[in-house]
């Protein structure tokens, strides 16, 4: 794994809330974890959120459920997906381009996008989850080539600093964002096609989203999300399993060592 970082793309991801790192994994790296996570995902059947998350269902969003096949939280059950969405080398990373003390897991997704998918709208990530935070970050890794045709990420630049925790869902409609947030689209996105092994990081509050398939394979990535250590909740369930999340109030840290495990500190 290549987790070295320089300042150039440290100072970059600050200042434009995204960033590509190339070759995080090797080629063996790559199969390890594109097996793993081909076999979570076919273990899941319908249910979204694996090992015991809240319960939600594939099958009820006909435009929704083809924007990508997504499950979550499949390190709860995988041990290699554990390794590595876990791996203090890549909490270290986050970090250095967040500076923060440490992170702990939020949550992961597999998202595959299928042949011919609908395109991702145009969102935010945080006001989606259950803390509210200017430095939650996630990783996307590409586990087979995401290309212009087949639904890369694209970002906008610089539009962290210009987001509040509104949430305008992922519509439909690509454009709903911009209804809230007009001045985002004073600048043009950026796409980032990657190869497989490559990933990106992008802040929680970073505009982006993806085209739609143009082709009749499929694109692969695998993505966590992570909270900087101390987020406190902000009375949203999102993914969070009921029992534990009627047993949270307002402002209570984020501290569950067994849905939130620390991932560097
Ligand atoms: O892969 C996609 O189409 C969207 C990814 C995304 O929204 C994310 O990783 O936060
Ligand atoms: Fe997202």
Redesign the pocket.
């Known amino acids: 794994m290549n987790t070295e970082l320089n300042q150039e793309q440290t100072d970059n991801y600050q200042r434009d809330g995204f960033i590509a790192h190339r070759g995080l994994l090797s080629a063996d790296e790559v199969s390890e974890l594109k097996v793993a996570v081909l076999e979570a995902v076919g273990s899941m059947g319908k249910r979204k959120v694996a090992g015991g998350g809240r319960n939600m269902v594939a099958g009820e969003d006909e435009f929704y459920d083809q924007v990508?096949t997504q499950r979550l939280n499949l390190w709860r059950i995988n041990d290699t997906i554990k390794r590595y969405m876990l791996n203090s080398r890549i909490g270290a990373m986050m970090c250095a381009l967040e500076g923060v003390e440490g992170f702990r897991v939020w949550h992961d997704q597999a998202?595959i996008?299928e042949a011919y998918d609908n395109p991702?709208g145009w969102?935010l990530?945080n006001p989606f989850w259950s803390f509210s935070s200017r430095h939650a970050i996630?990783i996307?890794i590409a586990l087979e080539p995401a290309t212009f045709q087949n639904?890369c990420?694209w970002s906008v630049p610089e539009s962290h600093k210009l987001a509040r925790f509104d949430n305008s869902g992922i519509e439909f409609n690509m454009k709903a964002l911009f209804k809230i947030y007009p001045e985002m689209m004073m600048a043009d996105s950026v796409g980032v096609p990657m190869a497989p092994g490559d990933c990106s990081f992008h802040n929680g509050l970073t505009a982006?989203g993806?085209g739609a398939s143009m082709t009749r394979g499929r694109r692969i990535?695998m993505?966590c999300a992570y909270m900087p250590v101390g987020s406190t909740f902000n009375g949203q369930q999102n993914i969070l399993a009921e029992d534990y999340f009627e047993s949270l109030k307002e402002g209570d840290v984020l501290d569950n060592d067994d849905w939130n495990p620390v991932v560097f500190i």
């Open positions: 990508f998202l996008k991702t969102h990530d996630s996307w639904g990420m982006h993806a990535a993505t």
